[in-house]
């Protein structure tokens, strides 16, 4: 997940994006999908398409730095450990 923040902060939001895509399906089995809206975020990171940086740019709207750090931190509250 660190490496997911640090990529955003240096402004690779998308490959950020894959990063997180990534830690959330190496942990899949920690998520806690007993409430609805962490449910509704992890299938939201599941249907991300898989494309390269430059693919991103392309087809899917960049977020902010704030809006992906809005993310991780939902997501680490998802996250049963």
């Given at each position: 997940m660190?490496?997911a ?8 939001i998308?490959y ?34 898989s494309l ?14 704030e809006?992906f750090e809005k993310?991780t ?9």
């Amino acid at each position: 997940m660190e490496t997911a923040l640090q990529l955003a902060r240096k402004g690779k939001i998308l490959y950020a994006l894959m990063f997180l895509k990534d830690y959330v399906i190496e942990n899949q089995e920690k998520w806690d999908d007993s409430i609805e809206s962490c449910r509704e975020l992890l299938n939201a990171i599941m249907s991300m398409p898989s494309l390269n940086d430059e693919s991103w740019r392309i087809f899917v709207p960049s977020i902010t730095l704030e809006e992906f750090e809005k993310i991780t931190f939902r997501v680490n509250e998802c996250m049963r450990y």
